[in-house]
Each structure stands twice: as structure tokens, then as C-alpha cells.
């Protein structure tokens, strides 16, 4: 008894015969295992294999009128894979073999046939048909990957041959596909990629695993990383097995090329946000104690001048100049605090390229706006007046807007322009550039993803800068320029605006080549108004104090600071303006105060203190006295931990500053 092939599913039998009884004998034998197509002729079969393409065998008769049954399946091979078996006499011998010489068919069978035979015969032919399509649809996703990997993949044969190659390989190595194959990799490539594959050929040898990351030049001459690993399949864990079942792939090899510049950008960035955030940590603990000892410091010099003023010029020149060093030493902390957490963005929606053309006009003429003529310094207008060189290519077409703070991108635009004139020789030329753009991969700032970018480049033709240089750029007090000609905090506090913008900051460079540095800002509609998540609003930019009149003395005060210095400063301040002092080192000492003197009209607050801070004993507070009003002073904080509409005096502040503000809470 024959065994027949197990079929995973019902096939479709077409069978052609001009005699209508073999049509009725053949369906009779296959309708129980297959689904049954009959025919009267040649042409009607043909009809049939156009309309139903998922035929898996046909059952030709040789000898019919018009066409013959080779004839037939010659014509049927060009629409259909189906297998075939063609049924013949003894006369028509040479046909049959004729037909399976040109491979037309797969088997044949004499009249009259055995069934059983017979059956056999075409279940063969169906499960071939169905392994053939099942390769096919192997062969079309299997190709399918190979072009749309986002990397280059080659196979070579046991002679170093490409056989199989993608396109993104055949874009690496500089050819087209068609031109790879049959090639071998030596033929192909020169320089550094040569020298890898020679590198590579022992250790292939010896394990079967070779890997290299190189930095090679594309076609246009930019550099990129590249990740080369080369396969040999005969060699490895599973060897053997290989070399029996597929004896004549065994020496077979791939080869990777993986585009890995992308991937080392995004961690070179991740590393530097990482470490921006550590030194934003570390800077703003180390400001937050530095603005307590500088408030100590210029408040005891101010008491000092009040109680006894010093006589002696050159003393009086001295105390001046340490009170100077003071107040440069609290707009040193200040940037710092910038850096680590800007206090006073004021954010809007901002259309980019209307900034940057008013941004050009005052740097063509020289002239520098009232709003940025603080926040740039006195070499200002010496500054901008180097600037009229400066070449702005902006788009006709209009940007989406974007969530910042017009004046400080005012600024970060003006500064990149002027540190790429310090390093610029004297025929460089120094643009800048807006533009939309998608995002990119590898985007590590933490703020809200936008649909697109806009992206503001300052780009020059000066000395540019080594890798270990890029590296370290952003780092608070890192500077290239010469003593006394920058602190260093510049790029720093870009770095810091831009990512509280939601933002980010990259830099290209390369030394005698120029610098790019790249502005990204997330794009948002037009008519969106919320703030993005990452963004606090910060308070209003300080207006002039009013100094108030000194109202009737005898108003308590209480200070609450755990640093003693600045404890003491604050109450002399207060004491020489004729109130009444109450001192507590401690959130817990303070609300003791408060039960203990009713008498006390308003409670000076440090925020950061151990134990309990100053917003939460300034909450029990509340509980206790609703009207009780508290000046919360802080040298560093984030504002977002504090009650909305509460007021906030900043340290190092001065006496003058502390006393309006305690005038106008106690006024009110």
C-alpha cells in the first residue's frame, strides 16, 4: 500500500480531458482529498488557471484536439507553479518525455491508470506545490528584510564572493548591489576598511568572530563610525552540524556594517546630560552656601559702615573693595543658580525668526535694546559693535512658534556670536540660521517631545574645537579665553536655559574646521497656551524697589535661619531700623516663637533649613495665625516648592533690599 504525503489543507485539482467520462472518473477518484476544477480542452484550461490562480495540480490528457496536453502545460507553466501529471498512451511516449526533459511536468501516467497510483502521484505533486509556495513566500520575506534593514548585510560564499548583499551595504562599500555580487570584499574597498578586513582574516580563522569599530568617511567626506562584523559559518558552537546537514555552505560568511554614529552621539549626549545634571546638583548646594556666607559677609561690612564708618581713605578704598568682591561674588552665584535652575525665565509663545531679524538690526547698527543691556554687561556695545559682520539667513516662510524666554534666547544667540568672533581669524565668516526639523534620534532631554523643532545654528569658520574641548564646554568656569577675559558661565547658563526650555544644545566641531552649535527648541501650534510640563514659571522680572517710609517703631519681627551669621545680619538690619527681633535657628524653634509672642507682626523665613523647611513651618504657621505674613529669603530654591504669590527675597540681598520688603508686607 502507498503511503500519500500528509496536505495541510484541501488543494485544488485541475483536470483537463476532451473525453467527458475520464472528466467524471478522475473527479470521482480526487473529490474526497481535493477540491476538483474540470475542463474540455486546452484553451478552457488555460481560462480556468487565469480565474483561479491557487491551483495546486493539474491532470492533463495528452492526446486532445486543437492542443495537446504538452502543449497545454507548456502555456500553463507561465501562469501557474502548479505540479503536474500528464496522462498519455503508449504512442505518445516521446511527448511525455519531451515534456519532462523541459520540465513541464512531474510525473506521468498510462491509460488506464492505477488509482491508487495515481493518487499518490498527485498528492506528491500537491505537497511539492505547497513546499514551492512556502519557499517562495521564505524567499519574498526573507528579501523583504534584507532591503529594509537599517544596516548593511552581505553573504559571501566559500571563495570570499558576495552572493547575497543589501542595499545598505552595497551604499557602504560605494557600488550598487548588482556590481557587489560576485565580488569579493578585496576587490572592492580600499583604505581603512582594507585594512580591517586584513586585520580581521586571522582572527576569523582562529574564531570565527571578528569585530571592529573604525571611523570611515562617507561619499561626501563626513566622517562616521562604523560597527564591521564578519561571520564565518564553519567555524562556532554548531560547526558541525552545519558542515553535515549544508556541506556547501559551510565556509559561507556574512558581513555587517552597522551605521553606529547615531548610536555613540546619543550616548555621548546622555553621558553629558548626566553629568550636566550632577553639576547643576553640585552647583546649586555649593551656591546655596556660598549666597549664605556672602550674605553674612556684605551684611556685616553694611553694619559695619552704619555703626562706625571707616576715616581713613585707604580703609574706606579697602571696605569699598571687599563690598564690591561681595556683590560680583552674589552675581557669580547667581549664574550659577542659572545654570542649575533658572529663576527668572519669563516664557512665551515666541516667533523665532521675528527675534532673530530684530536681533539683526541691532547688531548691523551697533545698538543694543534697554531690556539686554543689563543682562549682557558693560562690553555691550563694544560687543555688538563687532557683530555687523554677521550673516543671517532666515526662511521667507514662517516657523511654528515655540515656548522660551525671548530676552534670554536674545542673549544666548548674541553670546554663541560672540565667542565665534573670538575664535574666528580674520576673513572667517560667522552665520546664523533657523530652520524646522523632525526629531532626531537619540533625544535625551527630558522635556515634552514636540511634533517638530526649530532649530537656531550659530555657525563659524574659526579654529574649532578638539573632542576632549567639546566635552567640557558646558562645565561651569570652563573657558579657553585668556585671564580676565571671561568667567566661563556664558555657554553654561545656555546650556541651562535651553534645557529648561525643554530643549537641548549640540555642538559640532572640528579643530582648524569651525564650530556648529545648534539651538533646539520644541515647536508647539500656534494657538496652544499651556505651558509645557518641565517649564515653572518663574517670577516676574524685579522691578525697582520702592523704599517705604520708616513706619512707627515698635513692630516684632521674627527670624528664622539655622546659619547664624546670616541670622545675625538680618536681625541687625531690622534691629538699626528700629524693630523689634525675635531669633529662632530652627522650623521647630520658630513655631514655639509664634506661641510664646503674639506680638509678632511678620516672620522673616529661611526656605532651606534641616528637619522642618521654611514652607512647611511657614504652612503650621498659617494654621495657627491665617494674617500672620512670612518674607520667605532664600539662596537657592526651587520656586515650584513654594505657595503661589508668596514674596521671595533672594540672597546675598542687602539691607536696602530686606527692609522694603519687610516695609511694604507690614504697609500692607
Known amino acids: 500500500m502507498i503511503t500519500l504525503p500528509e496536505l495541510r489543507n484541501k488543494p485544488v485539482v485541475l483536470v483537463v480531458d476532451d473525453e467527458p467520462e475520464i472528466l467524471v472518473a478522475l473527479t470521482d477518484l480526487l473529490e474526497e482529498t481535493y477540491t476538483v476544477l474540470s475542463a474540455s480542452s486546452g484553451e478552457q484550461g488555460l481560462k480556468l488557471l487565469e480565474q483561479q490562480p491557487d491551483v495546486a495540480v493539474i491532470i492533463s490528457d495528452q492526446r486532445m484536439p486543437n492542443m495537446t496536453g504538452d502543449a497545454f502545460l507548456a502555456q500553463a507553466r507561465q501562469l501557474s507553479s502548479a ?84 542595499a545598505q551595504m552595497a551604499q557602504q562599500l560605494g557600488t550598487s548591489v548588482q556590481d557587489c555580487l560576485g565580488q569579493t570584499e578585496e576587490e572592492l574597498v580600499e583604505g581603512e576598511r582594507l585594512a580591517s578586513l586584513q586585520d580581521a582574516k586571522p582572527v576569523l580563522a582562529s574564531g570565527g568572530r571578528d569585530q571592529q569599530v573604525l571611523k570611515l568617511s562617507d561619499a561626501k567626506g563626513y566622517a562616521r563610525w562604523h560597527d564591521l562584523t564578519r561571520i564565518k559559518l564553519g567555524n562556532g558552537s554548531d560547526s558541525s552540524v552545519t558542515s553535515r546537514a549544508m556541506p556547501d555552505v559551510a565556509d559561507y560568511s556574512i558581513l555587517i556594517d552597522r551605521d553606529v554614529t547615531d548610536l555613540l552621539n546619543l550616548e555621548q549626549r546622555l553621558r553629558q546630560a548626566q553629568k550636566m545634571q550632577a553639576i547643576g546638583t553640585l552647583a546649586g548646594g555649593i551656591a546655596h552656601d556660598f549666597n549664605n556666607l556672602l550674605t553674612a559677609i556684605m551684611g556685616s561690612l553694611e553694619l559695619v559702615q552704619d555703626i562706625e564708618p571707616p576715616k581713613e581713605a585707604g580703609v574706606s578704598r579697602l571696605f569699598n573693595n571687599a563690598l564690591e568682591a561681595a556683590r560680583r561674588g552674589g552675581v557669580l552665584t547667581q549664574k550659577l543658580l542659572d545654570f542649575s535652575r533658572p529663576r527668572h525665565l519669563s516664557c512665551q509663545q515666541v516667533d523665532v525668526v521675528s527675534l532673530l531679524k530684530d536681533l539683526e538690526g541691532f547688531m548691523m547698527h551697533g545698538k543694543v535694546p534697554s531690556d539686554l543691556q543689563d543682562a549682557l554687561g558693560a562690553d555691550s556695545l563694544e560687543a555688538a559693535g563687532r557683530m555687523s559682520g554677521v550673516q543671517f539667513n532666515l ?3 514662517p516657523l511654528p512658534v515655540v515656548w522660551t524666554d525671548a530676552i534670554q534666547l536674545e542673549l544666548a544667540v548674541f553670546n554663541l556670536c560672540v565667542n565665534a568672533q573670538d575664535a574666528q581669524p580674520d576673513d572667517g565668516v560667522i552665520s546664523v540660521s533657523v530652520r524646522k526639523s523632525a526629531r532626531l534620534l537619540g533625544r535625551t532631554s527630558s522635556g515634552a517631545p514636540g511634533e517638530a523643532w526649530v532649530v537656531v545654528q550659530v555657525m563659524d569658520t574659526g579654529v574649532g574645537m578638539t573632542e576632549e574641548m567639546q566635552a567640557r564646554i558646558f562645565d561651569p568656569f570652563f573657558t579657553t579665553k585668556d585671564m580676565g577675559q571671561g568667567t566661563g558661565m556664558g555657554l553654561s547658563m545656555i546650556y541651562g536655559f535651553i534645557n529648561h526650555c525643554g530643549g537641548e544644545v549640540r555642538v559640532d566641531s572640528v579643530p582648524g574646521g569651525g564650530t556648529s552649535i545648534e539651538l533646539w527648541l520644541p515647536a508647539m501650534a500656534a494657538t496652544n497656551q499651556p505651558v509645557p510640563e518641565k517649564i515653572v514659571a518663574a517670577p516676574k522680572p524685579v522691578e525697582p524697589r520702592v523704599v517705604l517710609p520708616v513706619l512707627e517703631p515698635g513692630n516684632t519681627i521674627l527670624v528664622v535661619d539655622d546659619e547664624p551669621g546670616v541670622r545675625a545680619v538680618t536681625a541687625g538690619f531690622l534691629r538699626r531700623a528700629g524693630y523689634k527681633v525675635l531669633e529662632a535657628a530652627s522650623g521647630m524653634e520658630a513655631l514655639q516663637k509664634v506661641d510664646d509672642s503674639p506680638e509678632i507682626a511678620l516672620v522673616v523665613m529661611d526656605v532651606m533649613m534641616p528637619g522642618m523647611n521654611g514652607n512647611e513651618a511657614a504652612r503650621h504657621i498659617q494654621v495657627k495665625k491665617p494674617h500672620l505674613p512670612v518674607l520667605f529669603v532664600t539662596g537657592y530654591t526651587d520656586l515650584g516648592l513654594l505657595p503661589a504669590g508668596v514674596t521671595v527675597l533672594h540672597k546675598p540681598y542687602t539691607r536696602d533690599a530686606l527692609l522694603a520688603d519687610v516695609r511694604a508686607m507690614l504697609a500692607a
Open 83 to 166: 505540479g503536474a501529471v500528464l496522462l498519455t498512451g503508449y504512442a505518445d511516449i516521446s511527448a511525455v518525455e519531451a515534456a519532462l526533459n523541459r520540465g513541464q511536468i512531474s510525473f506521468f501516467a498510462y491509460k488506464p491508470w492505477d488509482g491508487e497510483t495515481l493518487l499518490s502521484m498527485v498528492a506528491q505533486a500537491a505537497r511539492r506545490y505547497e513546499l514551492e509556495k512556502e519557499l517562495a513566500c521564505e524567499q519574498r520575506l526573507l528579501r523583504g528584510l534584507l532591503d529594509n534593514l537599517p544596516f548593511g548585510l552581505a553573504f559571501k560564499d566559500e571563495k570570499g564572493r558576495f552572493i547575497r548583499v543589501n
Open 395 to 397: 526662511p521667507e516662510d
